[in-house]
């Protein structure tokens, strides 16, 4: 399937964070424009995920350990990791979720 990332619906899922959401079968990619300020309370889910910053500045703390990442930097989350983030700039996120979000359905 071929999508137009501008065309695809934007949700706002938790204050700040807006999200276009592409699944397949295996896996979700996330397309996030973030606030600068917002932040993304700690959490932890059974999905593998990987953040790449595209613009901005987001600090993000993984099991404890804080890193600023800019652009060019991606992540890799582990299951089950306990991690919280937040915006210190505008950010343009590309997130990828394995197995599907069931939750970013709508």
Known sequence: ?????????????IPGFRG???HAKNFTIAFWEIEAGAVLPEHAHIHEQ???VLEGQLELTINGKTTMCTAGSIVVIPP?????????????????FCPVREDYKF
């Open 50 to 52: 990987t953040t790449q």
């Open 1 to 13: 399937m071929f999508y137009k990332i501008s065309e695809i619906d934007s949700k706002e899922i």
């Open 80 to 96: 089950n990791a306990v991690h919280k983030g937040k915006a210190l700039s505008h950010c343009k996120l590309t997130d990828t």
């Open 20 to 22: 276009r959401f592409v």
